[in-house]
């Protein structure tokens, strides 16, 4: 059985009014963020430069999260993003969908560091990012395993060890409260939330008249 389709957190995920994973403590820090102090250490993961900005925050453990990506992003990307349209910006909030939601996001910041170079700050974030999701182990180990293929897996492990990334992560989750997001997936478009985002066509709306 895949473990996206059977995840057991301690926080909310169901679909009793919009389909979201959410912190049981309402704008709380996961534990393993708190007292963290917030610094932007590592730039924005960002796909395409449009005039309309399309914020999206994550939880790589969420089972909804995961909907959006296999399900919405794909259409997103061929209706807007090739078009040139939108600014697409990736934001880490870990609500602890699964235990592992920190480490996750702090491992894909790794890769961003490690692979990142001018001209291309994402390096294989959204690679990695993917197979992350993808993937059905989230153990330290598997992390540190799937950075092979991307030649990162010693910055994973470091990263992993020494927390070397949670200041960014704090830094996303402080943005996203800012922003008035309280699950995850969210998706803000030049400043407003859209209701559902697992529909397609209501992220769309929000784009069109961004336009």
Known sequence: MNRRAFLVSA???????????????????PDDLAGVD??????????????????????????????????????????????????????????????ESVAMANAARAVQAETGIDGDRNGAFFEYKSAVMDHDDWSDDALVTLAETVDAADAVSSALADETYYPTLAADWDRGEEAGVERTPTIVVDGEIVDDPLEFDEIAAEIDDAT
């Not at 909310?12 to 820090?29: I, W």
Request: with cysteine; hydrophobic share 35%.
């Open 11 to 29: 926080v909310g995920c169901g679909a009793a009014a919009v389909a979201g994973c959410s912190s049981l403590l309402e704008a709380s820090r």
């Open 38 to 99: 917030a610094d932007s250490q590592l730039p924005t993961p960002t796909l395409g430069s449009g005039d309309v900005a399309v914020d999206v925050y994550e939880d790589l453990g969420c089972r909804y999260c995961h909907e959006f990506q296999e399900e919405v992003y794909p259409v997103l990307e061929s209706s807007y993003l090739e078009s040139g349209e939108i600014t697409y910006r990736h934001f880490d909030f870990p609500v602890e969908a699964a235990e």
